[in-house]
T-cell receptor, first 109, second 115 residues
Framework: QQPVQSPQAVILREGEDAVINCSSS?????VHWYRQKHGEAPVFLMILLKGGEQKGHEKISASFNEKKQQSSLYLTASQLSYSGTYFC??????????FGAGTTVTVRA | DGGITQSPKYLFRKEGQNVTLSCEQN?????MYWYRQDPGQGLRLIYY???????QKGDIAEGYSVSREKKESFPLTVTSAQKNPTAFYLC??????????????FGDGTRLSIL
């Protein structure tokens, strides 16, 4: 089952903050976050692992609530380069990732 | 530089034709994946392989086939049985699969269209 992302889209001005949420109905072992620019490959941002370990990006942070099976990605002091579609991927005990439908972020000057 | 190379970038298929999408990686990764992306949707897993000579069906394997004869290569064939093949296809790899605790690295994709 695909995780559910919200919101579907968000428009920001440079310097503003945003939060993207990802929730699953299944128990999770990990949550991945990727950003994709139009027509390009998704780029890895970070992984949050069950038990609290986090690997990834310096300027973008995220949280993982294992009990609620939810993750949130925090875009702080957004830059123009943050524009793109953000996908969460949830890792299950069957070794596969399921990706959400994506959240489109537009940052304007 | 290490990475994943997908070819061709654009591909057109005629009715009843099989086409093969190439994916090569020089990252020395054991696990490789094929995803399909439709407009406004997330990535859906077609096939994945954890090791050479072994592969597993993903969530939407019908109408597709793969092989993994070499560690570096994981080609995807879109068969004539796939009635709606128009999509953006992404290949990815990771060090290992291990319950999804390793990042996946993606190629630049192949855009497949029907003639």
């Amino acid at each position: 089952q695909q995780p559910v992302q919200s919101p579907q889209a968000v428009i920001l001005r440079e310097g503003e903050d945003a939060v993207i949420n990802c929730s699953s109905s299944k128990a999770l072992y990990s949550v991945h976050w990727y950003r994709q620019k139009h027509g390009e490959a998704p780029v890895f941002l970070m992984i949050l692992l069950k038990g609290g370990e986090q690997k990834g990006h310096e300027k973008i942070s995220a949280s993982f609530n294992e009990k609620k099976q939810q993750s949130s990605l925090y875009l702080t002091a957004s830059q123009l380069s943050y524009s793109g579609t953000y996908f969460c991927g949830t890792g299950r005990n069957d070794y596969k990732l399921s990706f959400g439908a994506g959240t489109t972020v537009t940052v304007r000057a | 530089d290490g990475g994943i190379t997908q070819s061709p970038k654009y591909l057109f298929r005629k009715e009843g034709q099989n086409v093969t999408l190439s994916c090569e990686q020089n990252l020395n990764h054991d696990a490789m994946y094929w995803y399909r992306q439709d407009p406004g949707q997330g990535l859906r897993l077609i096939y994945y392989s954890q090791i050479v000579n072994d592969f597993q069906k993903g969530d939407i394997a019908e109408g597709y086939s793969v092989s993994r004869e070499k560690k570096e290569s994981f080609p995807l064939t879109v068969t004539s049985a796939q009635k709606n093949p128009t999509a953006f296809y992404l290949c990815a790899s990771s060090v290992e699969q291990a319950r999804g605790n390793q990042p996946q690295h993606f190629g630049d994709g192949t855009r497949l269209s029907i003639l």
